[in-house]
């Protein structure tokens, strides 16, 4: 079955450290692969993605991700995160035809402390 | 501003009642969805609307319906509610169907009683 997973329901990470968030796809296609980020009480916000090309791409706020077809994974990593960088992350995929229905990971919440 | 206008913010219903929830997008996108998020399923795809028709709908229940009186409006009615539809609602919009960024509004929070 087609799926998207974030193993880490949660992270926490000192502030000023690096930062990784995992996301695994299982699709028979390379997908179009994305990150969204979601603060509190609002709605999700593109961070980047992925569609070809450059394995690597940048997104906001110093956010980068690294597409992996032999690992069917788009993690997202960030060299030194600050007390804002708190919310949810998402993962996506959009693949097939027609449509190109937007599939989403659990999601991440990640806790930046002091 | 917010360029994707969700109505009300926040809203209390009792079970058996109907409530609409409102979207409208400033964006001039001609593709609109809604999705569900709930501490069940964190972000659940509900329907897609592209040029005002219906183009997806993975709602198993005819309680949800859409409704686009606008191009750039796609309001969500939902009838005889039942505390299992408590979550927040998104609307979301796109230029096209393809595999193009969505635009999210703030959500409305729904609770059922």
């Known amino acids: 079955a087609q799926s998207v997973t974030q193993p880490d329901a949660r992270v926490t990470v000192s502030e000023g450290a690096s930062l990784q968030l995992r996301c695994k796809y299982s699709y028979s296609a390379t997908p179009y692969l994305f990150w969204y980020v979601q603060y509190p009480r609002q709605g999700l916000q593109l961070l980047l993605k992925?569609?070809?090309?450059?394995?690597v791409v940048q997104g906001v706020n110093g956010f980068e991700a690294e597409f992996s077809k032999s690992n069917s994974s788009f993690h997202l990593r960030k060299a030194s995160v600050h007390w804002s960088d708190s919310a949810v992350y998402f993962c996506a995929v959009s693949i097939g035809t027609g449509n190109y229905k937007y599939v989403f990971g659990a999601g991440t919440r990640l806790k930046v402390i002091a | 501003d917010p360029k994707i206008i969700q109505k009300p913010k926040y809203l209390v219903a009792v079970t058996g009642s109907e409530k609409i929830l409102i979207c409208e997008q400033y964006l001039g996108h001609n593709a609109m969805y809604w999705y569900r998020q709930s501490a069940k399923k964190p972000l659940e795809f509900m329907f897609s609307?592209?040029?005002?028709?219906?183009?997806d709908n993975q709602t198993a229940s005819s309680r949800f319906q859409p409704q686009s009186s606008k191009k750039n409006h796609l309001d969500l009615q939902i009838t005889a509610l039942k505390p299992d539809d408590s979550a927040t609602y998104f609307c979301?919009?796109?230029?096209?169907?393809?595999?193009?960024?969505?635009?999210f509004g703030a959500g409305t929070r729904l609770s059922v009683l």
């Open positions: 979301a919009s796109s230029q096209g169907l393809g595999a193009n960024t969505l635009y």
């Open positions: 609307y592209s040029y005002q028709k219906l183009m």
């Open positions: 992925y569609y070809s090309g450059d394995p």
